[in-house]
């Protein structure tokens, strides 16, 4: 003889068909918005590293050569800037 199943149980059913779709969508964008976190907190710790590895060279030149052919008006030619 095969067991009956509960009256009760019974009765939710129709609740955990109409239900269950809204239940996977939940924990499908639980689990979409923790990967996007974590993809963010990734990204932001590796902004941080890059900007404390930046490094200036500086690009050195003597004056004499950029204004050599300025008619020597060095002075005047210093004072503004370009």
């Known amino acids: 003889m095969a067991a009956q199943p509960h009256p009760y149980a019974a009765a939710w059913q129709p609740w955990d068909e109409r239900y269950e779709?809204?239940?996977?969508?939940?924990r499908n964008w639980q689990i979409a918005c923790g990967l996007s976190s974590l993809a963010s907190v990734?990204?932001?710790?590796?902004?941080?590293?890059?900007?404390t590895k930046a490094r200036y060279i500086p690009f050195v030149c003597?004056?004499?050569?950029?204004?050599?052919?300025?008619?020597?008006d060095?002075?005047?030619?210093?004072a503004r800037v370009y």
């Open 42 to 51: 990734i990204l932001a710790g590796g902004m941080v590293y890059q900007s």
């Open 21 to 26: 779709q809204h239940l996977k969508s939940k």
């Open 74 to 78: 060095f002075g005047r030619l210093a």
């Open 62 to 72: 003597t004056a004499s050569i950029i204004f050599a052919d300025r008619d020597n």
